[in-house]
């Protein structure tokens, strides 16, 4: 029940207009949780990522017999949110033959020489299998937004809020189209906190181990924070869809943000009632015939 309530929660209604401060990047997302302390939710949430993980295993295996759908699930969030962490361990129980994961780092020339769909387009997932994009084509109504130099060559015009709720509106019908085609689309955003975040780049500047993580980059686009909350905003305002929802995680801990993506996974992919494809009379005796001729061996 609680778990329901939750899913409900983190979902943005479409049409709606957010505000990121309703959103909590820690646990106080349902009064229902007001009651457990906080190894009590990190016990529960380990429980249900296992749970959810077996779930989704058997959805994918049905997902990738049955071939008729797919699933695209697009993560976008501030720097050391979690990304690489939350697909390790969603995926985990996934046949890596039915998954496939793409990065989205800074555009080729190649890639700006073309509309800015294209590069996302030739990734997507192919009937049976679950595509994950790590970062997609919403960086470029989010980094682009705050950072306009990165827009490229483009016809001549003006780069004001129309030219923006035209990106808009192209990914919500490129998101339809795909739908209408069988692509299942979930949308997650990993909200972390602005101190939790400068709590895990010192953790990468301290801990040897984790050095490589660290760039200086990412410290640079800190100090945008306020420019990329509100282009989160306006962007889940605009592109959350009844077919292709957003949903905001709470990221400050890791096991809880794992629990609930792996949740509306799951619950999704199950959701689509799949059934391995039907047995036809001729199948059948294909199949006796064949049994047949090994037991005769
Ligand atoms: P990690 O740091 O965990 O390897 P990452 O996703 O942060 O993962 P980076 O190589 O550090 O990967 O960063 C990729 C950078 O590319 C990000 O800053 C992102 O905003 C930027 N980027 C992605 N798509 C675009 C785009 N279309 N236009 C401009 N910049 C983009
Ligand atoms: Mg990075």
Redo the contacts with the bound molecule.
């Keep these: 029940m609680i778990h329901r309530k939750l899913l409900k929660a983190i979902r943005v209604k479409p049409g709606s207009k957010v505000d990121l401060d309703d959103y909590d990047p820690g646990l106080h997302i349902l009064p229902e949780l007001e009651e457990f302390d906080k190894d009590e939710l990190k016990s529960m949430a380990s429980e249900k990522l296992r749970e959810n993980v077996v779930e989704l295993a058997e959805a994918q295996e049905l997902l990738y017999a049955s071939d008729v759908y797919s699933v695209l699930i697009v993560l976008q969030a501030m720097?050391a949110a979690g990304?690489?962490g939350t697909i390790k361990h969603v995926m985990s129980g996934v046949n890596p033959q039915g998954c496939q994961v793409f990065?989205?780092?800074?555009?080729s020339a190649e890639e700006l020489d073309h509309n800015?769909l294209w590069r996302y387009m030739r990734a997507l997932p192919e009937r049976g299998r679950i595509g994950i994009f790590?970062?997609s084509y919403y960086?470029?109504v989010?980094?682009?937004k705050v950072?306009p130099e990165?827009l490229g060559k483009l016809p001549k015009g003006k780069v004001d809020e129309s030219f923006w709720q035209k990106r808009y509106d192209d990914i919500n019908r490129f998101e339809r189209h795909l739908v209408r085609n069988g692509t299942i689309i979930l949308k997650f955003f990993l909200n972390v906190s602005k101190g939790e975040q400068k709590r895990r780049f010192l953790e990468r500047l301290e801990n040897p181990e984790k050095h490589w993580?660290f760039?200086e980059?990412?410290l640079a686009?800190r100090d945008w924070w306020k420019d990329y909350r509100k282009a989160f905003e306006d962007c889940f305002s605009a592109t959350s869809t009844k077919w292709a929802p957003w949903h905001i995680i709470p990221a400050d801990h890791k096991w809880a943000a794992r629990a609930l993506v792996s949740g509306v996974i799951a619950k999704e992919v199950k959701d689509l009632d799949l059934e391995p494809p039907p047995l036809t009379p001729e199948r059948k005796k294909a199949l006796a015939q064949a049994k047949k001729k090994l037991m005769s061996e």
């Design positions: 720097d990304k690489d990065a989205f780092k800074k555009p800015f790590n970062r960086e470029d989010l980094v682009v950072h990165y993580k760039s980059a990412d686009e």
